[in-house]
């Protein structure tokens, strides 16, 4: 079945450490995007990849880190310097790069800072 | 910056029952695309409905349907014939035309009541 998938489903850090999401799709899709989500908060864009190779900052990517080195795959990394990373993360993907296509989620991944 | 409002943080519904939620956003482009998305329990993101601003016809998807109303800037969803599986968090979220970005609301709880 084509789908996004995102692993783990639960992980949890120390403070200081990196941790690395991943976010894979079947589906084809050229763009791949990164959300984060907080309770009594819509979803809000950290990153973006329209093609291989290149992406976007959105519009709270400090502290995160990106790479698209297949079309595939989109894994994001939530560095020491996010002072909150806490959160609901969840990957999306749509067939072209304009926004006006459905983005399509992935099951997401919940990140807790011990 | 485009903003997407939900005023209504919950709201319920009587099983078979109509329900309706608001949405209204802020733009001064003329070419953007709206959207629900539905997130139940599982946190999985579904799309319910798109909508296309040059469209003058509302969008419908079988027992869902929006109110667009693009001089009043407001995007309302109704659910008919309300199912217990309707019971989630909705998402309005806006696109403007050529860009990437989907800009989200922070989300209406929908119950449903047996």
């Known amino acids: 079945d084509g789908g996004i998938t995102q692993s783990p489903k639960y992980l949890f850090r120390k403070e200081g450490q990196n941790v690395t999401l991943s976010c894979e799709q079947n589906?084809?899709?050229?763009?791949m995007y990164w959300y984060r989500q907080d309770p009594g908060q819509g979803l809000r864009l950290i990153y973006y990849?329209?093609?291989?190779?290149?992406?976007q900052k959105g519009d709270i990517a400090e502290g995160y880190s990106v790479s698209r080195e297949k079309k595939e795959s989109f894994p994001l990394t939530v560095t020491s310097a996010q002072k909150n990373p806490t959160a609901f993360y969840l990957c999306?993907?749509?067939?072209?790069?304009?926004?006006?296509?459905?983005?399509?989620f992935g099951p997401g991944t919940r990140l807790t800072v011990l | 910056a485009q903003t997407v409002t939900q005023s209504q943080p919950e709201m319920s519904v009587q099983e078979a029952e109509t329900v309706t939620l608001s949405c209204t956003y802020d733009?001064?482009?003329?070419?953007?695309?709206l959207f629900w998305y539905k997130q139940p329990p599982s946190r999985q993101m579904i799309l319910v409905i798109r909508?296309?601003?040059?469209?003058?016809q509302n969008a419908t998807e079988n027992r869902f349907s929006v109110n667009f109303q693009k001089a009043a800037k407001s995007f309302s969803l109704k659910i008919s014939d309300s199912q217990l599986g309707d019971a989630a968090m909705y998402f309005c979220?806006?696109?403007?035309?050529?860009?990437?970005?989907?800009?989200f609301g922070k989300g209406t709880k929908l119950t449903v009541n047996p």
């Open positions: 589906l084809n899709h050229d763009a």
């Open positions: 733009t001064s482009e003329s070419d953007y695309y």
């Open positions: 979220a806006y696109c403007q035309g050529g860009s990437e970005k989907l800009v």
């Open positions: 999306a993907s749509s067939p072209r790069t304009s926004g006006s296509d459905e983005q399509f």
């Open positions: 909508q296309e601003a040059y469209k003058q």
């Open positions: 990849s329209q093609i291989v190779n290149d992406f």
